[in-house]
């Protein structure tokens, strides 16, 4: 087993396989699983600091890819589940992203409620193209902010 993970961690190695494992962790970062993406985007540009707008590239590209994921999935439990009991608080929340439409998706940035919250625009059928618009605006945005703040305003 242990010989298995050292060969994995020596593909996945930053910098010689770099983008593309940023791009797999930052899919991944994107679904309901709790992995972030940033410290493998902050690794790889503080190893290569001219990969900086691939990186940024990668990383939108993979963290909206997941997010579709996630609008797909709510899609799908939206369509198994036909009648789902609403607290107060749950239709108010449902009422005010409807209200929003995919414009909600431009929060798909924040931290713990940013992934589900594109599962629960597929759960309510936002349009899914201006939702993907939406969700890539935000990320790109959050990972461009993020990591000129690490990189070059509070540096390590």
Known sequence: MQTWLDSVL????????GLS????????SATLLPLGSEPVLFGLLRLNPGLFWSAMVVATAGNTLGGMLDWW???GAHQVVDKYGHSKSHVKALEWLERLGP??????????????L???????KLPFWPCVAYMLIGKF???????VALLWVWPA
Do not use: E
């Open 10 to 17: 020596v593909l996945l190695a930053l910098p010689q396989y």
């Open 103 to 116: 414009k909600a998706c431009l929060l798909s940035w924040l931290p713990i409620v940013g992934d589900p």
């Open 21 to 28: 494992t940023l791009f797999i962790v930052s899919f991944i």
């Open 118 to 124: 594109c599962a629960v625009a597929g759960w309510l």
């Open 141 to 147: 945005l959050r990972y461009v902010t993020m990591t």
């Open 73 to 75: 999935m709510g899609f």
